[in-house]
């Protein structure tokens, strides 16, 4: 079974820092696109950052200079290096990824979820 786990969610401070990190599992071909996508209380669902294959990026404005994603392809996996956090970025963060498997399907998978919590 292909899936997506997540993990390095938690609570910290206003200031302080987060690595999120998200690998892809089971019998796949190859990775597309990857990115985070945050969902916080009352809120739409916000794409955070995205990575292609070949490692451009593209960030929401309200993380742009704070937030870094990067991809290690050996490992099928997916970081997000949150820096200087503030309480709006409070949120369940969720990993997303277009695989190719071995047997020639294309699809998107999501993560199951990690909840960040920035408060003093």
């Known amino acids: 079974q292909v899936q997506l786990v997540e993990s390095g969610g938690g609570l910290v401070q206003p200031g302080g820092s987060l690595r999120l990190s998200c690998v892809v599992s089971g019998s796949i071909f190859s990775v597309n696109a990857m990115g985070w996508y945050r969902h916080a209380p009352g809120k739409e669902r916000e794409k955070v950052a995205g990575i292609t294959s070949g490692s451009s990026t593209d960030y929401a404005d309200s993380v742009k200079g704070r937030f870094t994603i990067s991809r290690n392809n050996a490992k099928n996996t997916v970081y997000l290096q949150m820096n200087n956090l503030k309480p709006e970025d409070t949120a369940v963060y969720y990993c997303?990824?277009?695989?190719?498997?071995?047997?020639?399907?294309?699809?998107?998978?999501w993560g199951q979820g990690t909840l960040v919590t920035v408060s003093s």
């Open positions: 997303n990824a277009w695989v190719f498997t071995a047997d020639y399907r294309y699809f998107e998978l």
